[in-house]
């Protein structure tokens, strides 16, 4: 692809889900902070809709999780395509970014590549996991990665990529984790999930959980916390309780997750998350059968939850599918609430983690990476 340094001042970014819209806002809040005269158009959610110019499309609630349920997203995919085709065109931005979400964002990449709009991934998808052949294609059609983890660079570099780490973004949003105190009271978080399919598999599931916990531990409450996208009206539709005994949370700065004693997660940010905050966790995942299977045979990694993979042993306990029942989770659950020692082990290996993510200012870092590379002569943009 050419150096040509480019006369527009319009960035593209684009993510597809609840996490890659959080740090995608961040990142555009930095490129703005920096240089206020550089145009932001997105698809997102409603994190980026509020910090980008211009706003095409609320993709984050729309997204699929899985193997096969993309194949559903289908003609909503090809439609929103068109809409970014007939962007870059019209608007030649300066550069395109992704976040994650590597079904859509693959697209993106190969229809700005075709038009030598220079591209950078941020947030790059797990694709050491899985399906690794899905690096050559971010290789050859991105003139930057910017990775999450320590050990990404080296994996992406053998098929070709640019890629950098310059640590993981959420230090720049989760806080350092405060001094537990037990007061007498067992809260007990439900973090289910950010996608529709996940809600309606855990939702309940993990609510039945602290009804078994409860029975035992009657000094339990349990706080379900939300993502955005989706209003109390759903949540709530999906518990099978006439009455729930559940405090809805919904927040930013992760004060109340703080301050659980343990929290029940669907597997994916969250759990990296609870890591940072220092909470005792276990991680639980169901799926369509049909999903299960593929994920089988093409997963790469011993674990599912990103705790786990960093530390290379299981710090987290994780059950998956048919090991996902109430009895079972609400077992582990009161295994920690009988042993505070064990407790206390936990949140020692889970804040180890903190230690091997870098630094904070990673968006800010990230930010300045992306616009002195695209605007070389920065006199054309300022």
């Known amino acids: 692809m050419p150096n040509i340094v480019p006369t527009s001042k319009n960035i593209l970014v684009v993510a597809g889900d609840v996490s890659g819209d959080l740090h995608a806002s961040n990142l555009v809040r930095e490129i703005k902070r920096i240089n206020p005269n550089v145009k932001i158009t997105a698809l997102g959610g409603k994190r980026l809709k509020e910090t980008a110019d211009n706003f095409l499309f609320d993709l984050a609630s729309k997204g699929a999780s899985g193997f096969v349920a993309p194949l559903v997203k289908l003609p909503l995919w090809i439609k929103l395509l068109k809409m970014v085709r007939g962007y870059l065109d019209s608007e030649q931005p300066a550069c395109v970014i992704v976040v994650d979400f590597y079904g859509f964002n693959s697209q993106v990449l190969g229809m700005a590549k075709h038009r030598n709009i220079p591209c950078y991934y941020y947030v790059a998808p797990q694709v050491w996991a899985s399906r690794h052949n899905r690096t050559k294609t971010i290789a050859s059609s991105t003139k930057k990665v910017i990775t999450i983890f320590p050990f990404e660079p080296a994996f992406h570099a053998k098929y070709g990529s640019n890629a950098v780490f310059l640590g993981n973004p959420l230090l720049d949003i989760v806080p350092q984790p405060k001094e537990h105190v037990f007061d007498g009271t067992f809260r007990l978080g439900i973090l289910p999930g950010s996608r529709v399919g996940e809600l309606t598999k855990h939702t309940d599931l993990f609510y039945k959980t602290f009804k078994e916990v409860q029975k035992i531990f009657p000094n339990t409450k349990a706080y379900l916390f939300c993502v955005p996208e989706f209003s109390d ?123 091997t993510l870098g630094d904070p200012g990673v968006a800010k870092r990230a930010a300045e990476l992306i616009l002195n590379d695209v605007f070389a002569n920065k006199k054309q943009v300022l």
């Open 233 to 355: 009206e759903f949540y709530l539709s999906l518990i099978k309780d006439s009455n729930p005994q559940v405090t809805l949370v919904r927040e930013t700065d992760y004060k109340e997750r703080g301050n659980m004693d343990f929290l029940i997660t669907c597997s994916g940010t969250a759990t990296l998350e609870n890591a940072l905050l220092g909470v005792p966790m276990l991680v639980a995942y169901k799926m369509s059968s049909i999903t299960f299977k593929v994920a089988k045979a093409v997963i790469k990694v011993p674990y599912i939850s990103l705790v786990n993979i960093l530390a290379g042993k299981e710090v987290v306990k994780e059950f998956i599918q048919h090991f996902a029942t109430a009895k079972n989770l609400s077992a582990e659950v009161m295994s920690y609430f009988q042993n505070p020692q064990k407790t206390k082990k936990m949140r020692e290996q889970l804040l180890n983690i903190r230690k």
